[in-house]
């Protein structure tokens, strides 16, 4: 069965803190893509990554990373150096299949992430 | 470039009345999603159309929701006699047919049904 696991449901820093984002999955697919959205207080839905599991090289975008680790099924996203503006949940979502056209996600339950000043 | 329209963006109903969410995919992509976020559940794949076309609809209540995607305007999700565990927050998302970046979903900023 697929699954995707949010083990922290919120978490409070104080900005310019680095945090990091546990994201674990299960799929018995060898292909699969994992996502991170990100949604603001707004409502919307902001896609920030996707990686496709024969890729494990991790991503930096500015002061977002990925760290995609196949032996223990995970892909954590850390923000350096926190701001205020990145206060939202953030959702880490699975999508199995090999030519990627399956379109439905499986998504984790979010984590609440609360940057205070 | 719009992004993906959903409209309203905030609808309330009684109890027994109908719902319609409405969703314009972002230019230029034909296939479009429907995601129910209900509080303390996360997000739920509903279905899935392409113009015309309901391609997996497995997430679906089996009764009182509907989803079309016609040929022209917009794709409805209809939900009939509306109850209080109807409400939650409806997304709609948009994808290209093909290319690398096929199954990264686009999302609307959400419709938000109040039942009363």
């Known amino acids: 069965a697929q699954k995707v696991t949010q083990a922290q449901t919120e978490i409070s820093v104080v900005e310019k803190e680095d945090v990091t984002l546990d994201c674990v999955y299960e799929t018995r697919d060898t292909t699969y893509y994992l996502f991170w959205y990100k949604q603001p207080p707004s409502g919307e839905l902001v896609f920030l990554i996707r990686r496709n599991s024969f890729d494990e090289q991790n991503e930096i975008s500015g002061r977002y990373s990925w760290n995609f680790q196949k032996s223990t099924s995970s892909f954590n996203f850390t923000i350096t150096a926190s701001q205020v503006v990145d206060s939202a949940v953030y959702f880490c979502?699975?999508?199995?299949?090999?030519?990627?056209?399956?379109?439905?996600?499986?998504w984790g339950l979010g984590t609440s992430l609360a940057v205070n000043p | 470039n719009a992004g993906v329209m959903q409209n309203p963006r905030h609808l309330v109903r009684r109890r027994g009345q109908e719902a319609r969410l409405r969703c314009s995919p972002m230019k230029g992509h034909s296939h479009v999603y429907w995601y129910r976020q209900l509080p303390e559940e996360g997000l739920k794949f509903m279905v899935y159309l392409q113009k015309e076309n309901i391609i997996d609809e497995s997430g679906m209540p089996k009764e009182r929701f509907s989803a079309e995607f016609p040929k022209e305007g917009p794709s409805i999700l209809r939900i009939q006699q509306v109850v209080r565990g109807d409400s939650a927050a409806y997304f709609c998302?948009?994808?290209?047919?093909?290319?690398?970046?096929?199954?990264?979903?686009?999302f609307g900023a959400g419709s938000r049904l109040t039942v009363l």
């Open positions: 979502a699975l999508s199995e299949g090999g030519t990627g056209n399956n379109r439905k996600l499986i």
């Open positions: 998302a948009s994808s290209r047919t093909t290319g690398a970046g096929a199954n990264v979903l686009t």
